[in-house]
């Protein structure tokens, strides 16, 4: 299912193939929580712009419309139109978002829902029933994601539950697999890496979670908390027990230094809600570096977000005109400046993929890693 095509240090150009499509690596997948980017970014949006894979949540899915209704109407890639691969996660996230709501057990985590307080249960076998009436192409382990810091002692009793949760995933999923009524038959899964920033943790993990076979493996419990050089220091000590023929996928990361980082330790598959969650406030990725639309200094400028970019608002509309949308609360500015963060995510791994199959990865790797995280002079 997953082709390494090739290598550049640790860097990986791989091709991975899915009963909906087949995802060029590495790549970062468009976050759309409830079957939607917030910013009112359709799918026809989502092809237009150059996004492989599309991300939605089972514990938000499954509060609203309800993965019973996502069922009756065909699964997730019937309900909102969209015929390329998704990912769910698992909503295991939601056992650390959700922290005063929940209480984990052996058999799951009750939760009280955050819409209205009503009590819910998830454990491994209600995530995959979940994510198999959504039926996504890929489906995430139910695991818990621990706050970082973490004492030692909580931090090793999760990572043994979370394995102990990945087993009864695959169980449960292989069995939904089975069923004639089950939507997606080939629905994959991926095992989460856990152990917080304890390496000894993370590498028992990941050997122990690298002995079950899976449709690939993540990383998880990372851009919660911890400095960047820690993240990268997990990544570093993970990588090397991470099986190579598989895909390998950061959750939750991150900027496009992290990405390009990510990368260049072996990493395959991103996802974050960055992106859109800037642009939404006007902060934008430019390949001259970050920039804030709402600046006085954009007033009557002219010029695009970014020349160089061939996204819709910059193809379309000058800085002056985006910043006056925002300045008068009109919803269009945020949709254009959502489409311009999620266009440039996009092109940065097509970017990367091109400089791998060139053999230059190096060579962008170090023109771009400062350049992309300073403020723009322009």
Not at 198 to 210: G, H, K, S, T
Request: net charge neutral.
């Amino acid at each position: 299912m997953f082709e390494l095509l090739k290598t550049e240090g640790k860097a990986r150009r791989g091709r991975f193939h899915t009963v909906h499509g087949v995802i060029e690596t590495p790549v970062f997948m468009n976050v759309g929580t409830s079957a939607a980017v917030k910013g009112g970014i359709s799918t026809m949006d989502l092809k237009e712009i150059g996004c492989q894979v599309e991300l939605s949540n089972t514990y938000h899915l499954h509060i609203r419309p309800g993965d019973e209704l996502i069922y009756r109407m065909g699964g997730l890639h019937k309900f909102f139109n969209w015929d390329r691969p998704i990912l769910t996660d698992s909503g295991g996230f939601q056992v650390f978002s959700l922290a005063k709501l929940r209480r984990i057990k052996e058999e799951g985590v009750y939760f009280q829902s955050h819409m209205d307080g009503k009590r819910i249960f998830m454990g491994p076998e209600q995530s995959m029933q979940i994510q198999s009436h959504i039926a996504s192409t890929i489906a995430m382990a139910f695991d818990e994601c621990v706050e970082n810091p973490a004492t030692y002692k909580y931090a090793k009793a999760s990572h043994e539950r979370t394995i102990r949760w990945l087993l009864r995933s695959k169980a449960e999923l292989e069995r939904l697999n089975s069923l004639p009524e089950t939507i997606n038959k080939k629905q994959m899964l991926f095992g989460i890496n856990q152990g917080a920033t304890f390496e000894d943790l993370r590498v028992e993990n990941m050997q122990r979670i690298a002995e079950i076979p899976l449709d690939g493996y993540a990383i998880g419990g990372l851009a919660v908390g911890e400095e960047a050089d820690v993240m990268y220091h997990i990544i570093d000590t993970v990588e090397p027990h991470m099986p190579k023929d598989k895909p390998r996928y950061l959750m939750g990361v991150g900027t496009p230094q992290n990405i390009l980082e990510a990368v260049y330790r072996g990493v395959d598959f991103f996802d974050c809600v960055m992106p859109s969650r800037n642009a939404r406030h006007g902060n934008l990725f430019t390949w001259h570096g970050k920039m804030n639309i709402n600046n006085e200094r954009y007033f009557d400028d002219p010029k695009p977000i970014d020349t160089r970019c061939g996204c819709p608002a910059c193809r379309n509309y000058s800085r002056s005109y985006i910043r006056h949308l925002f300045k008068a609360r009109e919803a269009l500015g945020m949709r254009l400046c959502v489409l311009h963060n999620l266009y440039f995510y996009n092109e940065l791994m097509q970017k990367i993929r091109d400089a791998l199959d060139a053999g230059c990865f190096g060579a962008f790797y170090h023109a771009h890693v400062d350049l992309l995280a300073m403020r723009s002079e322009d």
